[in-house]
C-alpha cells in the first residue's frame, strides 16, 4: 500500500507572492502532517497571516500536540496576536501511521471531498468557522481508516470561486467525481486537472489564491522508499 | 526557469522507522527551505534526536531566522538538551527567493556535491563538524546563484557507508557526474538512480539510513504553478 500526496498552489493573477501557505511536519510518533493556510486578503498581507498560522500549527505537531489541539491553538494564536481582526482558513491532513488513520482537521467554509473505497463521494461539509476572529473556534476533526482506494481532496477557496465572474461556476464535487471516479489518475494529476480547470474558468487570471491537496491511498507493492518532489517556477 | 527538489529516503534494513528527519518550511521572506538530519544510530532513538534537530532548526527558520543562525541554535539546543553526549549531522538546503540564491548550511562529515552551469563537478569538503557534542560548533555556508544548470546534491552518511562490507566502495561523485553530467535526469531521478545503486551495493539490505536530496535549477517555462508531490509506503 502507498500513500501519494500532491499538492498544485497558484497565486492570484498579478501577486507575486500566494497569501497560501503549506507546511509538511513529520509526525514524532509516525507519518506526516500537512497544513494547508489561506490567510485573509491577499498578497503579502494574507501571506503574513498565513504563515503566522501554519507556523503555530507545525510547531505544535511537530511535538506530537494532536491535530484538534493543534487547531486550536493556532485558532487562539491567532485570535490574541491580532485582537479577533484577521481571519484564515486552516485545514490539516495527518497521516498517523501510529493510528492507522487519516485524520482532517478542517476550520473553513469549503468542504473536504472524500472518495471511499467502493467509489462513494463524500462531502465533508459541517459548518466550520476559519480561525480567529470567533472566540473558541473549534475544527471539524474527521478520521478515517487508511485504506486503499480512498482518496481526499482539501481546497482553498480560490478553487471554488473560479469562473464565478463568468457564467459558469465550478462544480468541484462533480469535476472530482469525474476526474477521480471514472478515469485513473494519480494524486498530482488530480490535483493539476482541477487546479487547471480554475484557471481555465478565470481565462487563466485567477481571481485569488488557489490551492489544492488530494491525498490517496493506492494498492502498490512499495519499495520501502520515501519520495518527495518538489517544483517551484522562479 | 523551475527550481526542481527531489528526495528518496530509505531506512536501514530491518528497522522499521528511519532515523533520519526531512522537513521542509517556507520561508517568510520567499522561498522554501529542506532540513535533512540524521541522528546518531538508528531506530526510534536516532529518530527521537533527528526529529529534536530538525524541529529546531525549521521554528527558527519560519521565524525568519537566517540559515547559519538556525544550524547554531539547533546545535546549542540538542548540545545543552543531551549534555553533549548525543550528535546527528545537519543540512539546511534553502532556496532563497529574497536574496536570489541556493544556501547551503553544512554540519556533516559528508561532502555536498555541486554540479555547476558549466557541468564542473564541485565538492564542498571543507572539514565540517556534526552538532551536538562539541561546544561552539559551526556549519559550512556556500551561497550560489540561482542559475539554470545548477544541481546540488546532499546526502546522510548511509550513501557513502553502502558496500562498505563488500569490496566495491560506492564512489559518489563519479556516480553523479556519470548519471547527471552524461545523461539527461531530472531530480527525481537522479535521486532514485543514486539510492538504488547504494542499495544494490548493500543488496538490496541498507547497512544504514540513507537519505538523498537533490536540487536542480532547469530551463523550463513554467506555468506559474508550484507542484509537490509525496509517496510514503506503509
Chains 1, 2 share one sequence.
Not at 485573509?40 to 503566522?52: H, V
Not at 484538534?68 to 490574541?80: C, E, F, M, N, V
Not at 459541517?126 to 482506494?149: C, H, M, Y
Amino acid at each position: 500500500m502507498e500513500i501519494e500526496v500532491a499538492v498544485a498552489k497558484a497565486s492570484k493573477w498579478a501577486t507575486g507572492e500566494s497569501g497560501d501557505t503549506l507546511e509538511m511536519v513529520e509526525r514524532p510518533h509516525g507519518g506526516l502532517s500537512f497544513v494547508l493556510v489561506d490567510g485573509q486578503r491577499s498578497g503579502r498581507a494574507a501571506k503574513a497571516i498565513s504563515n503566522l498560522v501554519a507556523r503555530k500549527a507545525i510547531r505544535e505537531m511537530a511535538e506530537g500536540v494532536r491535530d484538534g489541539a493543534a487547531a486550536r491553538a493556532a485558532h487562539d494564536y491567532l485570535y490574541t496576536y491580532k485582537g479577533g481582526k484577521v481571519s484564515a482558513t486552516l485545514n490539516i491532513v495527518s497521516v498517523d501511521l501510529d493510528s492507522g488513520t487519516i485524520i482532517l482537521s478542517r476550520n473553513s467554509r469549503c468542504p473536504i471531498v472524500v472518495i471511499t473505497p467502493d467509489d462513494e463521494l463524500r462531502l465533508l461539509d459541517t459548518p466550520s468557522e476559519p480561525v480567529g476572529t470567533r472566540k473558541g473556534t473549534k475544527p471539524q476533526i474527521t478520521e478515517l481508516p487508511l485504506e486503499e482506494g480512498t482518496a481526499v481532496v482539501v481546497f482553498t477557496d480560490g478553487l471554488e470561486a473560479a469562473g464565478a465572474r463568468s457564467s459558469c461556476v465550478f462544480d468541484i464535487p462533480a469535476a472530482i467525481q469525474e476526474l477521480a471516479i471514472a478515469g485513473e489518475v494519480n494524486a498530482q494529476q488530480l490535483a493539476d486537472r482541477l487546479l487547471q480547470r480554475a484557471l481555465d474558468l478565470d481565462n487563466g487570471r485567477p481571481r485569488d489564491d488557489i490551492s489544492v491537496l488530494v491525498l490517496r491511498i493506492v494498492d502498490r507493492a512499495g519499495d520501502g522508499v520515501r519520495r518527495m518532489t518538489l517544483r517551484l517556477p522562479v
